[in-house]
């Protein structure tokens, strides 16, 4: 059975500082998807990484995907209050029905 | 476009009433997925399709029913409502198979409809 744990599950962090949130998968996938969540609203795509190696950025955000350590990586440069939301890792559950495994999600709190 | 479109956006409904939550997606997609979120926990898929008239079970399908008689209509009926059944419900669509006969899996997620059963 596929499981995908993130860590840590809460970030209270300060303006200005980074840090990174991991999410391991336990079996093999090469496609892994990051998904923010601010309160009450519904999940908003951010990244979709497709192979071993992929690296992508979004002002802030910067996400990478190692499938032999079975690890992907966010990676928040300089945060600012506006990124704080519940960030989800999700994976690629196999099989055709293409459904994704989801991790409890990371919930960011950025204080001035 | 307006994507995936949910109804309604927030419904009580007592114990053992019966009620089915709406979605419909305008993008022409072949897969569509229905998920619960649970406080502090990831979203868990009830039920998918992947076109219209098939549909098939996914991680927490009891107490859920599903049909899809047309590409753009996934209705999620729950029948006997039961208070473990209060959670937030996203429906959410994907294009579907691509050139590696896999899902594509990036999905697009509808806004939501949170559900209390008491």
């Known amino acids: 059975e596929l499981k995908v744990e993130q860590n840590p599950l809460f970030l209270s962090m300060q303006e200005g500082k980074n840090y990174t949130i991991y999410c391991n998968y336990s079996?093999?996938?090469?496609?892994l998807y990051w998904y923010r969540q601010d309160p009450g609203k519904s999940l908003e795509s951010l990244f979709v990484l497709l192979s071993n190696g992929a690296v992508k950025q979004e002002g802030r955000l910067m996400a990478s995907l190692d499938t032999k350590a079975r690890l992907s990586t966010l990676h928040i440069t300089a945060a600012v209050h506006d990124l704080s939301a519940t960030y989800f890792c999700?994976?690629?559950?196999?099989?055709?029905?293409?459904?994704?495994?989801f991790g409890k999600g990371t919930k960011l709190s950025v204080k001035p | 476009n307006a994507g995936v479109t949910q109804t309604p956006k927030f419904r009580i409904l007592k114990i053992g009433q019966s009620m089915t939550l709406q979605c419909a997606q305008d993008?022409?997609?072949?897969?569509m997925y229905w998920y619960r979120q649970d406080p502090g926990m990831g979203l868990k898929l009830i039920y998918y399709s992947v076109g219209a008239g098939i549909t098939d079970k996914g991680e927490v399908p009891n107490g859920y029913n599903v049909s899809r008689s047309t590409t753009e209509d996934f209705p999620l009926r729950l029948e006997l409502a039961a208070p473990s059944q209060t959670s937030v419900y996203f429906c959410?669509?994907?294009?579907?198979?691509?050139?590696?006969?896999?899902?594509?899996?990036?999905?697009?997620f509808g806004p939501g409809t949170r559900l209390t059963v008491t």
């Open positions: 993008m022409n997609h072949n897969y």
């Open positions: 999700a994976v690629d559950g196999g099989g055709s029905q293409g459904n994704l495994i």
């Open positions: 079996t093999t996938s090469d496609r």
């Open positions: 959410a669509s994907s294009y579907g198979l691509d050139y590696r006969d896999r899902g594509v899996g990036e999905q697009y």
